[in-house]
């Protein structure tokens, strides 16, 4: 993945239903969603607040698909989303040049802004790879640079007509920018950045006729991959210290793939969360916890059985993604539960999905995919997940490792059957053992 960053911007492909218009696509007419049941978007009477998401490879999308709850892997009508590549309004979906399996930040920035009241519509726009110094200039003496600052221009305008056609009372609320990685490989657009950006964020604003348009500006996080990463941080940080209506979001907190440049799957969806928070003025989500971590282990096991381990909280917690072992193979999606310890009762089950079905988030020895958020109130639980001999399934015995902090490890527990049971037969106390199933949580 790594080569995705020396890319080259893509050549601009109309879909249909649309046309090319200079370098932009525009839409032939207003369009309705994929097949006959579709729902049809929502485009409410009341002014529609529309939110401008530019930037590289990060706002474009190059984070895993498993990283979102399956309710939101779907498409949500009642947020209209204008991408770039489409060139039309659709129904809020993940939008990301690099495929079908993966995500940007929209999905989760556009749930947040509509489930805290009032009508959305999103406009995207991101292209990997690209500089401020160069790609994203808004400098307008300018002619060889600038060429993704004019295509913005022409996809706010696209979005715009389409909007102006519906008849649709709608205003420019608010610009996120996620970008810089590129511009911290080289000292010359280090040097400029703070300059360039704010040049960026003044000719948004002059373009959308918005003078004090809320902007929020998403902190680089890539390291090594970009030796002057600290020098455009600065420079993000001083933009928004300059302008009480520019907001810095942290992402260095947030866990990045196996590349070190782009967001993982759970990272990416505290991402979209934080921007929205931050238009909001809302405190920002922390990034989920492991619940169990291990960095080594004594041997590799399967068999036919239900494997896991009993914990305790002493606080309220929420499970929002759950992972299996990570030496396993999963040629079968596995089946997990979490059960009450004390009553045995059943509180959740789902799949872990296959390795060779969907790609999911590795993270301290687990491969992780999120799930629809289970709430667990203070108390005595346990979580298995079942295993089969013949299917590539495995659990690591002898862990060294850690609990989360909201999580206390009592004891391995195991039930040998042919299906998904309550594990009942006690192991070793002293082991980290039968780590077939983790998860991520937030408290």
């Not at 050549?11 to 369009?31: I, N, W, Y």
């Not at 790609?359 to 079942?386: H, K, N, Q």
């Amino acid at each position: 993945m790594l080569m995705l960053l020396h890319a080259c911007a893509p050549v601009l492909t109309c879909g249909p239903g649309t046309h090319q218009e200079s370098t932009v696509c525009l839409a032939d007419e207003r369009p309705q969603p994929d097949g006959d049941t579709a729902e049809p978007l929502t485009f409410a009477p009341e002014v529609l607040d529309v939110y401008l998401l530019a930037g590289q490879s990060n706002m474009d999308g190059y984070s895993l698909l498993t990283g979102l709850p399956p309710s939101l892997r779907v498409a949500q009508p009642d947020v209209p989303l204008f991408w770039s590549e489409r060139g039309s309004f659709a129904a809020l979906a993940p939008a990301s040049s690099a495929g079908a399996a993966y995500t940007g930040p929209e999905v989760t920035f556009g749930r947040t802004m509509a489930d805290a009241g009032g009508a959305v519509a999103l406009v995207k726009f991101g292209i990997g790879a690209t500089s401020l110094y160069t790609y994203w200039n808004a400098a307008e003496d300018d002619p060889d640079n600038g060429e993704g600052w004019r295509l913005l221009m022409a996809t706010m305008d696209a979005a715009a007509l389409e909007l102006d056609a519906t008849g649709t009372p709608w205003r420019w609320a608010g610009f996120v920018w996620m970008q810089g990685e590129t511009d911290a490989r080289y000292a010359a657009s280090a040097a400029a950045y703070e300059a360039n950006l704010t040049q960026l964020v003044a000719r948004v604003r002059e373009h959308a006729k918005t003078p004090a348009l809320p902007t929020v500006l998403g902190l680089i996080a890539c390291g090594d991959m970009c030796e002057l990463f600290d020098d455009v941080r600065a420079a993000q940080v001083a933009v928004a210290d300059a302008d009480p209506n520019v907001i810095a979001v942290e992402t260095y907190d947030l866990p990045l793939g196996a590349d070190a440049i782009h967001y993982d799957g759970p990272s990416m969806r505290v991402l979209g969360e934080r921007f929205a928070q931050a238009l909001l003025g809302e405190p920002l989500s922390a990034p989920p916890t492991a619940a169990m971590a291990i960095s080594d282990y004594a041997t590799v096991e399967d068999g036919d059985a239900t494997v896991g381990w009993r914990f305790t909280t002493d606080r309220p917690i929420v499970v929002t993604d759950v992972g299996g072992f990570a030496e396993a193979t999963f040629h079968v999606a596995p089946v997990y539960g979490i059960w009450d310890t004390t009553t045995q009762a059943l509180l959740a089950t789902g799949t872990v999905p296959g390795r060779f079905e969907v790609a999911t988030t590795w993270r301290d020895g687990f491969w992780y995919a999120a799930v629809e958020p289970i709430a667990l109130p203070p108390g005595d639980y346990t979580i298995g997940l079942m295993i089969w001999r013949t299917d590539g399934n495995a659990y690591a015995t002898g862990g060294v490792g850690a609990t989360g902090a909201a999580v206390t490890y009592v004891e391995p527990r195991r039930s040998d059957e042919y299906w998904l049971t309550f594990p009942t037969d006690i192991g070793p106390a002293t082991d980290l053992s039968y780590l077939g199933p983790s998860f991520l949580y937030r408290e």
